[in-house]
C-alpha cells in the first residue's frame, strides 16, 4: 500500500483556516513523491492548472521532466513530456503534447524568480520534494529565499496575493531543519504525532509498514546492518533519543539560560550533556534565549557564541539528555535560535 495524502489535504489549520503549506513526512518509498506529482498532473488534464516543481540549486532543473515522467506514463499512457531550458537554465518549461504544464525552478535563484514573477502569475500550486536535506546541504539564507518565491508567485492574475498551495514531502531527517524552525513547530513533534497543525500548516507523519519491509528485507539493506535507521524507520535519523530523568555522578557546570522566565542549567558529563531546572545562579556563564527575558545580567543569546556552536553540535550528536519535558522544549529553544 503506498502513500494517500486525501487526508492531509482535507485538514484545516489551527485557526480552522485553509492551510498554505501541506507536509508530508514518511519513511522512505513510502510513494510521497508519486503522490503529489499524480496530484498535479491530475489537475493539468482536468483543469489546465499549471505547477511548480521545486528544488534547491539551479543545476537540479534539467532532471525536472524526468522526475514526473515515469508517473506521467504510469497514471497517463500515451503522452509526450518534454522541457526546455529558459533564460541560460534560470528555470525549465515543462510540456506535455506540447502544452506547457509547469516549471522547474530553484530556490537558490530566488532574485530571478521575483524579478521575472510575472512569467509564473499562471502557476496554481507548487510541489518541493525532499524538503529535508538527508546531508544537511541547504541554500544560504534559504527560508528567506523560500518566501521571496512564494511571494513572487502569489502574485499576478489582478491581484497583491493569490492563494497557491505549496505541498512538501521528505523522509523524516531531523526536527531541526530549517522549515520546522520556520514555522515554530519544531518542539511540537512528538513521538507519536500523526498530523500536527500550525498557522497556515499541516503535517502529515506516516509510516509505511510494507515499505519498511521491503526496504529493510532488501538486499541493499541486508548488506549494511549497521545503516543507523537509515530511511527504514520513520524517526529523525540525525535526533537524539529522547532520555528524560534524573541523571547523578561528575559534571562540569557549562551555562545558565533563562527561557520564557525560567532559568535552567546544562551540564557536562562523561557520555552525554544534561539540562536541568536546578541552576547555579552565581555561575557567570549565563544568557537568555528569548528578546522578552533579556536583563542587565542575561544578554540575548550570540548565534555565533562557541558556546551554542557547541549545545547545537551536541544535540546533533544526539548527547542531550532533559530532567523532564520543559526542560526538552527549552533546549529545542536555544538551538533552534539560529538554526
Wanted: charged share 25%; with cysteine; glycine share 6%.
Amino acid at each position: 500500500m503506498y502513500y494517500d495524502g486525501s487526508k492531509l489535504l482535507s485538514l484545516k489549520d489551527i485557526d480552522g483556516e485553509t492551510p498554505t503549506f501541506y507536509l508530508a513526512v514518511s519513511n522512505k518509498t513510502a510513494g510521497k513523491t508519486t503522490y503529489f506529482e499524480r496530484l498535479l498532473l491530475n489537475r493539468f488534464f482536468k483543469k489546465g492548472k499549471l505547477f511548480a516543481l521545486l528544488y534547491r540549486f539551479k543545476y537540479q532543473l534539467s532532471g525536472a521532466a524526468d522526475q514526473i515522467e515515469r508517473d506521467l506514463n504510469y497514471f497517463f499512457p500515451g503522452h509526450e513530456l518534454t522541457s526546455k531550458q529558459k533564460v541560460k537554465g534560470c528555470y525549465y518549461e515543462i510540456y506535455i503534447d506540447k502544452m506547457l504544464c509547469g516549471y522547474a525552478i530553484a530556490i537558490n535563484s530566488a532574485d530571478f524568480i521575483k524579478n521575472y514573477s510575472h512569467v509564473f502569475n499562471d502557476v496554481e500550486s507548487i510541489f518541493f520534494d525532499e524538503f529535508q536535506s538527508e546531508t544537511s546541504h541547504y541554500c544560504e539564507d534559504e527560508i528567506k529565499k523560500f518566501r521571496m518565491i512564494l511571494t513572487a508567485i502569489s502574485r499576478g492574475q489582478g491581484k497583491q496575493y493569490r492563494y497557491v498551495p505549496v505541498y512538501m514531502a521528505s523522509n523524516p531527517i531531523t526536527l531541526l531543519n530549517p522549515y520546522f524552525v520556520a514555522f515554530g513547530i519544531a518542539d511540537k513533534i512528538k513521538d507519536d504525532t500523526k498530523f500536527l497543525r500550525g498557522k497556515r500548516v499541516v503535517v502529515e507523519h506516516n509510516f509505511n509498514e510494507s515499505a519498511n519491509s521491503a526496504l529493510t528485507e532488501s538486499g541493499l539493506m541486508q548488506a549494511f546492518p549497521d545503516r543507523d535507521g537509515y530511511g527504514a524507520e520513520s524517526t529523525y535519523i540525525k535526533d537524539y533519543v529522547s532520555i528524560i530523568g534524573n541523571v547523578q555522578g561528575k559534571n562540569k557546570y557549562l551555562c545558565t539560560f533563562k527561557y520564557d522566565g525560567k532559568l535552567y542549567s546544562i551540564r557536562e558529563y562523561k557520555d552525554f550533556v544534561y539540562c536541568s531546572d536546578n541552576v547555579d545562579t552565581s555561575y557567570p556563564i549565563k544568557f537568555s534565549v528569548l528578546a522578552t527575558d533579556v536583563q542587565s545580567s542575561l544578554a540575548l543569546i550570540n548565534s555565533n557564541s562557541p558556546l551554542l556552536l557547541y549545545i547545537k553540535e551536541c544535540f546533533r550528536l544526539g548527547l542531550f539528555r532533559f530532567k523532564n519535558a520543559q526542560c526538552k522544549k527549552a533546549i529545542f529553544k536555544v538551538v533552534s535560535a539560529s538554526a
